[in-house]
């Protein structure tokens, strides 16, 4: 029996994060909710500042961290002010139905429709599980692309979790495979 090629990484998180494409599709316009134990408000600077237990929602997307700057225009529709972008830092989680991306850092670009994780980033979805340096998930495509680490020295080891050796530097990950 001959066996099918190795996906590469980059085209299996596209396939972690997007699959099924038509019932995955975020909606970019929904509102933003949000809650957090603080919240400071700079007006001069079209920013405000959540901290402790961050949880946002838009639909039917979930961040979570212990610190979100949003960022906003100073333009105000409707009597709200229009949000540009959130920068997210301290235990950084993206959920969506059935997919969960974690990592140091997140910025969700409104504008561009982007989220992009950065620092130690996981992407699972089920059994399977893809680590790297940086995943860009473009929420109108629905494509993800994650590439190796820029931290570290040429390939050192980081520890193992659940028997996956993480390489600095590079893209690794566990496919599960149908019990036959």
Known sequence: MKRAPALPALIVAASLWAAPAAAQRHN???????????????????RAVLSGGVSIRQADLTLTAARVTVAYTGQVIGGTPQVSRLDASGGVTVVR?????????????????????????SLI????TLRGGRLSINLDTGRATLD???????????????????RQGRVTGRFTVPQR
């Open 28 to 46: 970019t316009n929904a509102p933003i909710d949000f809650a957090a134990e603080n919240l400071e408000l700079q007006d001069r600077a079209n």
């Open 97 to 121: 139905p059935n997919q969960r991306a974690r990592a140091q850092y997140g910025v969700y670009d409104l504008n561009k429709r982007v989220i992009t994780m950065l620092g130690d980033v």
């Open 125 to 128: 979805q089920g059994n399977n």
């Open 148 to 166: 190796g680490s820029t931290a570290g020295a040429g390939g050192a080891a980081a520890p193992a979790e659940n028997g996956i050796e993480r």
